[in-house]
C-alpha cells in the first residue's frame, strides 16, 4: 500500500461542474499537507496548504481530517483551466522528504 | 516573489558526456531539493540541502552529483548517464531547514534526454 493514495482519474467534467477529491495517507506522523497542481509538462505548483480547521482559497476548498487520516480538495465551478494532475502531498518532517500521491488528472470540458 | 530558477529548460547529452544542471533562488530559503519526475508519475526526491550541507542522498547513483556552492545556488553535475536518466529534473526550496515542515517551491524544471 502506498503511503499516499488519491482517487484514480481522470476525471472528466464540464464546465460549471463541482468536483471532489480524496487522499489518504497512512503515516500518522504525518505533520503538514498540500494540495499541489501540476500542468503538463510543467512544474508543480503550490494550490494550497491543508490544515484541520479547513481552508478556502475562492473556489477551491481543503480539508484535512487527522483522525481519518483523510485529505480531501473541492473545486466548485470548474474552469477549463483547472484541467491539471492534482497531487496531494505529506511532510512527515523527516529531512523534508515530500511524499506525494500518484496524483489525479482533471480534464474540464466546454 | 516565490521563485525557483532553472537552466538550461532542455537538456541533451551522450552517454559519455559531463553537464551539469543549476538552480538558484533568492527567497532567503536555507534548503533545497534535487528531485526527478518520470511521465505519469509524481517527483521522487533525490537530494536535500540544509545550510548548505547535504542532508540526504536517497541512494542515488554517484553518477549523479550535487553540490552547493551557496546557500542561493545548487548544481547538480552529470556523468556518464544512461538513457533511463531521461526526465523532468526539478529543483526546490523551502524556508526553514530541511527538518521543517515548510512549504517547498519549484522551480520550471531542466527535460533532460539521455542519447
Known amino acids: 500500500r502506498k503511503e499516499v493514495e488519491q482517487d484514480p482519474g481522470p476525471f472528466n467534467v464540464p464546465e460549471g461542474a463541482t468536483v471532489a477529491f480524496n487522499c489518504t495517507y497512512s503515516?500518522?506522523?504525518?505533520?503538514?499537507f498540500f494540495w499541489y497542481r501540476q500542468d503538463c509538462r510543467k512544474e508543480p505548483k503550490l494550490l494550497m496548504s491543508?490544515?484541520?480547521s479547513g481552508n478556502e482559497d475562492g473556489r477551491f476548498t481543503a480539508q484535512l481530517n487527522r483522525a481519518s487520516q483523510y485529505i480531501s480538495l473541492l473545486i466548485r465551478d470548474s474552469k477549463l483551466s483547472d484541467s491539471a494532475t492534482y497531487l496531494c502531498?505529506?511532510?512527515?518532517?523527516?529531512?523534508?522528504?515530500?511524499?506525494f500521491g500518484q496524483g489525479t488528472e482533471l480534464s474540464v470540458k466546454p | 516573489d516565490t521563485e525557483v530558477t532553472q537552466t538550461p529548460k532542455h537538456l541533451v547529452m551522450g552517454m559519455t558526456n559531463k553537464k551539469s544542471l543549476k538552480c538558484e533562488q533568492h527567497m532567503g530559503h536555507r534548503a533545497m531539493y534535487w528531485y526527478k519526475q518520470k511521465a505519469k508519475k509524481p517527483p521522487e526526491l533525490m537530494f536535500v540541502y540544509s545550510y548548505e550541507k547535504l542532508s540526504i542522498n536517497e541512494s542515488v547513483p554517484s553518477r549523479f552529483s550535487p553540490e552547493c556552492p551557496n546557500s542561493s545556488l545548487l548544481n547538480l553535475h552529470l556523468h556518464a548517464l544512461q538513457p533511463e536518466d531521461s526526465a523532468l529534473y526539478l529543483c526546490?526550496?523551502?524556508?526553514?531547514?530541511?527538518?521543517?515542515?515548510?512549504?517547498?517551491?519549484f522551480g520550471p524544471g531542466t527535460r533532460l534526454t539521455v542519447l
Open positions: 491543508v490544515y484541520s
Open positions: 503515516n500518522s506522523a504525518s505533520q503538514s
Open positions: 502531498v505529506v511532510n512527515r518532517n523527516q529531512g523534508g522528504k515530500l511524499i
Open positions: 526546490a526550496s523551502s524556508q526553514g531547514p530541511s527538518g521543517s515542515t515548510d512549504t517547498q517551491y
